[in-house]
């Protein structure tokens, strides 16, 4: 039997779902790094420690990562439309509001509103995935939207530099918020949920051909509950945690690092740590690319996503070391443009598992599960190695802990085994016990 293709109708929508996901991801980035970039001109103007500083840029990342729980369980029983366009619209006003604080008090307030606000979006991009792409065709979209955030990361620097420097850091902040609360209402008007698009039944059939037959009705707290008993969800939440933590390490620390311990100008550390984030978004693109392959091939849809992504992750291990113990500075960069490529890869995996490893109707809810693992992680990662390099004068032991992390996100997904099922999140009968997934 021929595949069902999707008609010009979808493959439209889908081009427009994908390019306000990159659009949303890259002003989700660059909003984050706004503090980073702007870091000493705030603490000279609001008279802030290095301490206090720390407190701000940890702030948001806490409450970014216990964000991650309610918010999954609001994109199922709400859609993506609607919940992405809240999102937006509460991080982009926070990040407004960046520009106007005075004290330390007002501008942590304002940073744990925008980690609250930019909660969604992720587990909404993987929610979009499966809702409007074949199972087959899956993991390319999601190495796109996951990329955003990597193009973002390396656009920061230079557009929010030249917003400060032009304009002064409040401005910098409150225009970046004014572009976001404009995305908000685009998003908003342009994009619709498959419920809200009179589909016809080829159309559906494309966008549902090889999941399983199950209920659409919004998931219920009792069935919420039950992704906690599976061990697919655990492998999920403990393996991102992993992932996001290496991340992280050098996402906090990458330009201190080359600065520190390879004592490079402030100048060129600036451009050399722009280098792996171009490798970043390629890695994010070749993980999907790798899974849709896989998928063709044969491949199961949790083994098209797990070989690639633990094989990734233990390279990434092997090339932290390496940055590690090699004194050569360029080997040393080339190595991290290998661990971010690696790294990048095994994101775009875990965000492709979201849309195959569970029913349609808790997918929001597991992306989000699995990202509040992740970021937990994440900000972990930047007080762990300050602790650690302050503790001991040097990156060395900080960078072996990541190596380690990297092992272990590899172990955690490879103890998932199957899809969690409809099943999976029923009550058990009188006489049955839970099936784990």
Not at 8 to 31: E, H, Y
Not at 217 to 226: D, G, L, N, Y
Not at 371 to 400: D, K, R
Request: hydrophobic share 50%.
């Amino acid at each position: 039997m021929d595949r069902p293709v999707a008609s010009p109708r979808v493959r439209a929508i889908q081009r427009t779902a994908l390019g306000m996901l990159v659009l949303s991801g890259s002003i989700n980035t660059i909003d984050r790094a706004a503090l980073s970039v702007a870091n000493p001109l705030i603490r000279h103007d609001l008279h802030l420690s290095i301490a206090e500083m720390g407190l701000l840029l940890s702030a948001f990342l806490w409450a970014y990562a216990f964000s991650q729980l309610p918010t999954g369980a609001l994109i199922d029983r709400m859609g993506p439309r609607r919940l992405l366009a809240i999102g937006l619209a509460v991080w982009s006003g926070a990040q407004f509001l960046c520009g106007f604080v005075v004290n330390i008090g007002q501008f942590a307030a304002a940073r744990v509103l925008l980690g609250i606000g930019e909660a969604p979006n992720f587990p909404t991009g993987g929610r979009v995935v499966r809702d409007w792409f074949n199972l087959r065709e899956r993991g390319m979209a999601t190495g796109i939207f996951n990329g955003a955030s990597y193009v973002g990361t390396g656009l920061a620097p230079p557009l929010l530099t030249f917003l400060m420097l032009g304009w002064g850091w409040r401005w910098m902040f409150s225009i970046m918020g004014a572009l976001g609360l404009g995305a908000a209402l685009l998003w908003y008007l342009v994009y619709r949920d498959p419920a809200q698009v009179n589909l016809t039944a080829a159309e559906n059939r494309y966008r549902t051909a090889g999941d399983a037959t199950e209920a659409v009705h919004p998931i219920h707290f009792a069935a919420w509950k039950r992704l906690f008993r599976c061990r697919t969800t655990w492998g999920m939440i403990f393996g991102f945690f992993g992932v996001i933590y290496v991340n992280w390490l050098f996402n906090a620390w990458l330009p201190g690092y080359l600065e520190m311990a390879r004592h490079m100008s402030i100048a060129k550390s600036g451009w050399v740590a722009a280098l792996p984030y171009i490798f970043a978004i390629f890695g994010s693109l070749s993980g999907g690319f790798v899974v849709d392959k896989l998928m063709v091939r044969g491949f199961s849809r949790v083994a098209s996503r797990l070989v690639p992504l633990c094989t990734a992750m233990a390279l990434n291990a092997l090339l932290v070391v390496a940055v590690a113990l090699i004194n050569d500075n360029t080997l040393a960069v080339a190595c991290l443009c290998g661990s971010l490529f690696c790294g990048t890869v095994s994101t775009a995996c875990a965000w492709a598992m979201v849309s195959v490893i569970a029913p349609a109707n808790c997918t929001g809810s597991l992306g989000a599960m699995q990202n509040f693992g992740g970021y937990v992680g994440g900000a972990l990662a930047p007080m762990v190695t300050g602790f650690i390099v302050q503790a001991t004068g040097s990156f060395v032991p900080a960078l072996l802990v990541g190596a380690g992390m990297c092992v272990f996100a590899a172990v955690a997904y490879s103890t998932i085994r199957r899809p969690i099922t409809p099943e999976d999140l029923e009550p058990p009968g009188p006489h049955l016990t839970p099936v784990r997934a």
